[in-house]
């Protein structure tokens, strides 16, 4: 079975309350039963954080094992030099997701420390950002 990582950061456990206008109007765990439910060959594990180290520290555990990891790093993608640096020791392939298009944000939200250490993003499709990182995980391993 291919088992893949979720790992959403700060603030997206709001998903669903936090300005629908921007993210939607759906939990990520409503969402995630969908997904699970569009793959039934993938063993899916979710975790969320607020806390940038805790971040790190999932995606040591899982980066020498698991097929792949979604990585949607919240506000810690225009920050964290520390999260691209764990991306680039890790052997698991990872994709960057985002849910809003961070071309057409703030200026600060159109850079991302965690891009070049990443094997592709999806931003800007709402929560199919997911689905599609899903299918590019899946299309590196055929």
Request: proline share 4%; hydrophobic share 30%; with cysteine.
């Given at each position: 079975m291919i088992k893949i990582a979720i790992i959403n950061g700060p603030n997206l456990n709001l998903l669903g309350?936090?300005?629908?206008?921007?993210?939607?109007?759906?939990?990520?765990?409503?969402?995630?039963?969908?997904?699970?439910?569009?793959?039934?060959?993938?063993?899916?594990?979710?975790?969320?954080s607020n806390h940038e180290g805790a971040l790190i520290d999932i995606i040591q555990e899982v980066g020498f094992d698991y097929d792949g990891i979604l990585l949607n790093a919240g506000g810690y993608t225009h920050t964290?030099?520390?999260?691209?640096?764990?991306?680039?020791?890790?052997k698991t392939p990872v994709i960057e997701v985002?849910?809003?298009?961070?071309?057409?944000?703030?200026?600060f939200r159109q850079v991302s420390m965690i891009k070049d250490a990443c094997k592709g993003t999806f931003a800007g499709y709402g929560?199919?950002?997911y689905r599609r990182g899903v299918d590019a995980i899946l299309a590196l391993l055929a």
């Open positions: 309350k936090r300005e629908p206008d921007i993210y939607g109007n759906e939990s990520f765990e409503s969402y995630y039963k969908t997904l699970k439910a569009r793959y039934p060959q993938v063993d899916f594990v979710y975790f969320q964290s030099i520390a999260l691209g640096d764990c991306i680039k020791a890790v985002h849910i809003s298009d961070l071309s057409k944000r703030e200026a929560m199919d950002s």
